[in-house]
């Protein structure tokens, strides 16, 4: 009994971060939402008119050099397919919702420090790496809140477009997996934050390093010298184009949650050697 009322005390806080956090993040979460979902109506909103034989979308892909359509998965793509139309669109806005989950990560990590407030967690009952729990928990809370809004969004604006989704199983697979890189993604700008010398720098570290490993993706697409580049990349582990020709995940998205929980566990030794003076 006495081991587990601790337990059942540390349970307690996590839970009270996570609360505190989800309510801080709600603002943050909203104006992404708000833009990206209107991107993706909009986007999907033309797919019978951009799918037709003959029309400007399809004549400009035609156009467009090889190397190019192979680093946005176009090669192999049926714009007539609503998941394949999806897939087509889905590079830009795999980008643009990942740097939500990178500043995300790196602002749940540094906010103390970032307000200097993290000596006050010296002076309360709980440890900093339950409070670092208690965020990261939050954070993939709020990630899956949102891939789950932009699913709906998605859905919704084909049902009203009159476009019927003939393999539900490889729509939802795209926001799924696109989920599971937004975690790795997350974890990693939590690590980069813990391991910055100052707090205010987290983010731009996150960025470049989000940027960065969607570039080697996208150069491993372009450059069959380069290809081994993509296993560094986790954006090319749950690739729409390939989602889209295979009709769901690979067994590889595996890959993405173990990095998830191996760059938490990282970042968190990482807190702990900081509170030492490592």
Known sequence: MREARPLLATSAQVRHVISLELSLSIRSLVSWVLPVGALLAMTLGLQKSMSQAGSAFELKIRMMPRPMLAAFGMEHINLRDPVG???????????????????????????????????????????????????????????????????????????????????????????????????????LSILAAVSAQHARSASSRALGITFGLYGLGMVARITERADKLKYLSPFSYADASDIAQTGGLQARVAVLAVATVALLIAAIVRLNRNDMGV
């Open 85 to 187: 139309y999806l897939a087509t669109n889905w590079s830009t806005i795999t980008l643009i919702t990942a740097l939500f989950a990178s500043l995300l990560g790196a602002t749940l990590a540094s906010r103390e420090s970032a307000s200097q407030l993290s000596e006050t967690l010296y002076t309360q009952p709980i440890e900093r790496h339950t409070v670092l729990v208690g965020k990261a928990l939050a954070g993939v809370l709020v990630l899956l809140a949102f891939n789950v809004t932009l699913s709906l969004v998605g859905w919704v604006t084909y049902a009203f477009a009159g476009v019927a989704i003939s393999r539900p199983g490889a729509f939802v697979s795209v926001f799924a997996g696109t989920f599971l890189v937004h975690t790795t993604v997350f974890a």
